[in-house]
């Protein structure tokens, strides 16, 4: 098993005190498997994709993922694990706006240290890129943006692609391609990959599917 | 893993060299003013240290006579056979020159032209031929002597044998001072039963030259260190905005697994090799701008002290060193607290959002907190501080506590005058400008600093200058004065002048201590030029009548503080006791002075033969006078020299002073401007989206052009109006704490409205320079720049 989450509990203070995000959460997922993670704004799907890609720390619970505890991993640990093990699409894109495009698909490979050009070929190629190599981000459209940050993330192959809303910045079009090829190429690579989404329609594309309610599986 | 990293981070710099200039220019600016005020005390101050060497001054113990004057060989040659181990030294000009002439044999090692250049004859120096040893400036100011040059001999001094230097001088048989060896046999006379008519002054540590000059170079480094604040104020501006620029890609890097620890050693290690780039540059600029100060500074020492200082700058490995740890360490100082924060800062923004907000409120309360603090602490100062690390510990906390509470201070204006605002455009004008500030405040305290200096310093120089000049009018009274070179020449002037002029008055004087103070003796002539002109800072009723009458003695405002004496006090000279009478201004001197009758001076000093006169006539017969001087006495005109041509040369010696501090203060001012313009140019960019909606609502691009123009003006006139009585604090306190610490006298403080206006003026203007160009930028940004805003592809 890829990744295994056991009874996760989150609280975030706030103006109004104190607010549990996550009651209990638990949720498996093995290699090469996808699955959609729904639910109401506010429900907690974003907090616990941070939580599994190390992002933050939840209050109580484990997260197993390749066999270690990332709970139980300092900063280091969760940086080494970011650069090495996870891979996370934002739905912002984050791309770094000094580089061109073909440095920002190349960063985390790099970071990583499994920096493959022809993997970054196929990958520019696939997402239609190539003729983008030498733009900033600031001169490509959305969709090419998020084709970019996924490249990046896929780059080093990573063992699990997490993907917060990835499309949620896309016409409807447009996020079916983006779409398209993050699960093609998950598929080639053999990684996990839970994602994060409003839309059913997406959602109804993944091999399961978790909904969660007030921080609870519903 | 790290190349990728820093390509990423320093791929930053390339897409906004504007920001990279602004950061490197800044620091390059600072570095630049600090370094070339250190280069120019590094000059001066191996000047004296030569010329301390080429002396032995302050390192050995001295026998001098007791009148000053200058003592028979034949004391040498009694002392050394008692046994004591002295070495005679023979001084004076020549052609401006000081030839000091010392015995090779029985100098104490470190004495006399020790680094002998290979072409030097040293028989012919020790067989007294006539080689003299001096620098190039100095060989070229004697064509017509056979000088060596070595590099290492003090400026605008040449040394040589004593035979030589006493046929050079003048001074055949006779020495001016006996150098007294460290170690010297056991069970000699005493000096009382040898030569009791010799004083022995004990070795001080350190050069008096130096000692002097310190107070001089201790302003010139503040001038220096408040130039550096200022430009630190922009390079931190410009750190500042940059990190905050960089803040998502720091976010994104580290959601992509660089570890924090490894980011912040990057991001300090890209600095510092800025630092290093822009420090190199600084101290380069710093050279320039050293070379262009140093002959005003070298003149300015020579006309104060006396202190010979080369004109010329040499390439010092040590002030390239400290520019270079000054650039570097400034930059850690800018750089610390945004790498602080960037430490501190959260992974995950958004749900830190009011945190950070509660954070920034601590930050400005604790600001403020600090600022009351400093202006408690400065106002506790100017009433108490006594000294120069009081004064300055005054100005620094004055200076920094302005610059902490000017944010709050215009926060608060603008939000008073956003209240009161009728129109919607005036209301949003102020709020947009109120939301600005933060990014701005940077540059507008370094505005702040500039112009409180500008207007401090200034205030002081001009008090100077009309106290100067005023005392000049007191002191100067006599319409004429003639120098003379031996006693015929003296003889023959008192005769003419006993026919020709009203009254001559001869000014002589002697060297002693009193309290322990250096101090020059002067035996005055009763006349009513002194009783006329002189006017007291306290004195008795009748402090002339009692002078004259043998009874009291007058002493200059250095002597009165640095002894602790005031009126009644007694002082003792040889075997007589006078009882001050008077205090009296004496601007731009250095040392004690003291004043007693003629008869009396001339009792304790009968050697003492005047050499300098003042002569009192109706000044149109000044021209008359001087011809027949030379008919009749054979006293050149080149040995007179007027009361209007002593009082320009008196005043251009302090205006070289003042060209120093000028050429500081618009650099500084510079500087001030240059850190406005950085930091509108690189808003600019982040202000699109505040000015977006505005447009979109009916704003146009022009008067949003001319909004941004204003807006920069306008805080530039509130910072001004803040500077002005800043500044004035700063001038009292420079005036009443820092000079009577450094100098030993307190001038009256005068205001300048018009310098001050003039001053604001230029501020308003180098703000709206600054504006210009962002403002021209804003009102030109392209329509499709400006929709982007609402777009979510922006």
């Not at chain 2, 620091?27 to 101050?45: C, I, K, M």
Request: charged letters at 15%; one cysteine or more.
């Amino acid at each position: 098993m890829l990744l295994d989450v056991k009874d996760i509990h989150k609280t975030y203070a706030t103006a109004d005190g104190p607010f549990e995000v996550l009651r209990g959460i638990g949720l498996t997922l093995d290699a090469g498997e996808t699955l959609a993670l729904t639910g109401e704004s506010g429900s907690g799907k974003s907090t616990l994709l941070h939580l599994i890609g190390g992002l933050d720390t939840p209050d109580r619970g484990q997260i197993m993922l390749d066999g270690v505890d990332i709970a139980a991993l300092d900063d280091n640990g969760r940086a080494d694990l970011r650069r090495g093990t996870v891979g996370v699409v934002f739905q912002q894109f984050n791309l770094i706006p000094s580089l061109k495009v073909s440095d920002n698909i190349a960063f985390q490979a790099r970071l990583a240290g499994r920096y493959d050009p022809d993997w970054l070929t196929v990958l520019a190629d696939r997402m239609g890129l190539t003729p983008q190599m030498g733009k900033y981000p600031e001169q490509l459209s959305g969709g090419q943006q998020q084709r970019v940050a996924i490249a990046r993330t896929l780059a080093p192959k990573p063992r699990l692609v997490l993907a917060d809303e990835p499309t949620g910045n896309l016409d409807e079009a447009t996020a079916s391609v983006v779409m398209d090829l993050m699960l093609e190429l998950v598929t080639v690579t053999g990684a996990g990959l839970l994602m994060v989404t409003h839309s059913d329609a997406l959602a109804g594309r993944m091999q399961r599917r978790l909904h969660l309610r007030a921080g609870q599986v519903a | 893993m790290t190349r990728a990293t820093l390509h990423a981070l320093l791929s930053h710099w390339w897409r906004n060299p504007l920001q990279l200039f602004t950061l490197l220019a800044g620091l390059a600016l600072a570095t630049a003013l600090w370094s070339g005020v250190q280069a120019v005390n590094a000059e001066a101050r191996a000047s004296y240290d030569a010329a301390a060497a080429t002396l032995g001054e302050g390192q050995y113990d001295r026998l001098t006579r007791r009148d000053g004057q200058p003592m028979d060989q034949t004391i040498y040659v009694r002392l050394r056979r008692a046994g004591w181990l002295v070495s005679p030294v023979v001084q004076g000009r020549l052609d401006g020159v000081r030839i000091v002439g010392v015995e090779p044999l029985t100098a104490p090692g470190g004495i006399g032209p020790v680094n002998l250049s290979q072409d030097a004859d040293i028989g012919s120096f020790l067989t007294g031929a006539g080689q003299l040893f001096g620098n190039a400036e100095t060989a070229a100011r004697l064509p017509d002597l056979d000088v060596i040059i070595s590099p290492q001999t003090a400026p605008g001094t040449a040394v040589t044998d004593i035979g030589v230097a006493q046929d050079l001088l003048g001074k055949s048989g006779r020495i001016d001072s006996l150098i007294v060896l460290p170690a010297q046999p056991q069970g000699r006379p005493a000096l009382a039963d040898i030569a009791p008519e010799l004083t022995r002054q004990q070795a001080q540590g350190g050069s008096d030259v130096g000692r002097l000059t310190d107070s001089f170079h201790l302003n010139l480094t503040a001038f220096g260190l408040l130039s550096f604040a200022v430009g630190i104020f922009i390079v931190n501006g410009a750190i500042g905005l940059a990190f905050e620029q960089r803040r998502p890609v720091v976010r994104t890097l580290r959601a992509l697994g660089l570890p924090l620890r490894r980011l912040i050693i990057l991001m300090a290690a890209e600095l510092m090799i800025f630092a290093l780039v822009a420090g190199i540059v600084g101290v380069a600029l710093g050279y320039v701008i050293a070379a262009l100060l140093l002959p005003d500074v070298a003149a300015t020492l020579r006309g104060l002290y006396g202190a010979d200082v080369s004109g010329t700058l040499q390439l010092r490995p040590s002030w390239w060193l400290s520019g270079l740890a000054i650039a570097l360490g400034g930059t850690a100082l800018a750089a610390s607290g945004a790498l602080y924060k960037l430490s501190r800062m959260p992974l995950l923004a958004a749900a830190q959002h009011r945190a950070l907000a509660m954070a920034a409120g601590k930050r400005a309360l604790a600001q403020g907190a600090i600022a009351v603090c400093l202006l408690i602490m400065s106002a506790v100062l100017m009433v108490t501080a006594d000294g120069l690390i009081g004064g300055f510990t005054l100005l620094g906390a004055l200076l920094i506590g302005a610059a902490l509470a000017l944010p709050l201070i215009l926060d608060q204006i603008l939000r008073v005058a956003g209240g009161l605002a009728k129109s919607v455009t005036a209301q949003w004008f102020w709020a947009d400008t109120r939301q600005q500030l933060p990014g701005l405040s940077l540059a507008l305290m370094a505005l702040l600093l500039a112009m409180a200096a500008n207007v401090g310093v200034s205030t002081m120089v001009s008090s100077f200058r009309l106290t100067f000049t005023a005392f000049l009018d007191q002191r100067l009274a006599s319409e004429l004065y003639v120098s003379t070179e031996d006693a015929r020449q003296t003889a023959a002037l008192i005769a003419y002048a006993a026919e020709t002029a009203d009254a001559l008055l001869p000014i002589q004087s002697a060297e002693t201590d009193i309290e322990g103070q250096p101090t020059q003796v002067f035996g005055a002539r009763d006349h009513a030029t002194y009783r006329d002109n002189w006017a007291f800072l306290q004195a008795t009723p009748d402090p002339w009548d009692t002078t004259f009458a043998g009874q009291t003695i007058l002493i200059n405002e250095q002597l009165s503080r640095r002894a602790g004496l005031d009126l009644g006090d007694e002082i003792r000279l040889q075997d007589q006791t006078f009882t001050v009478a008077g205090v009296y201004g004496d601007y731009g001197n250095p040392i004690g002075q003291a004043l007693i009758n003629e008869a009396q001076f001339f009792r304790l000093y009968p050697d003492v033969m005047p050499d300098r006169f003042g002569v009192r006539m109706p000044a149109e017969k000044v021209p008359e006078f001087v011809a027949g001087l030379e008919a009749q006495t054979g006293i050149p005109p080149s040995q007179t020299i007027n009361q209007a041509g002593i009082k320009a040369i008196s005043l251009a010696i302090f205006e070289r002073t003042f060209t120093v501090t000028t050429a500081l203060n618009i650099l500084t001012l510079a500087v001030a401007g240059f850190a406005i313009l950085m930091s509108l140019l690189t808003l600019a960019t982040m202000r699109v989206p505040q000015l977006a909606p505005a447009w979109a609502m009916g704003m146009t691009r022009a008067r949003l052009g001319r909004l941004e123009l204003m807006r920069a003006v306008l805080l530039a006139m509130l910072t001004a109006i803040v500077a002005l009585p800043l500044g004035l604090a700063l001038a009292w306190a420079l005036l009443a704490v820092v000079n009577v610490a450094a100098f030993g006298w307190q001038l009256p403080m005068y205001i300048f409205p018009w310098d001050y206006a003039r001053l604001g003026l230029f501020a308003l203007l180098a703000a709206a320079l600054a504006a210009l160009w962002p403002a021209r930028k804003l009102a030109r940004t392209p329509p499709a720049d400006l929709l982007k805003v609402f777009s979510n592809e922006r």
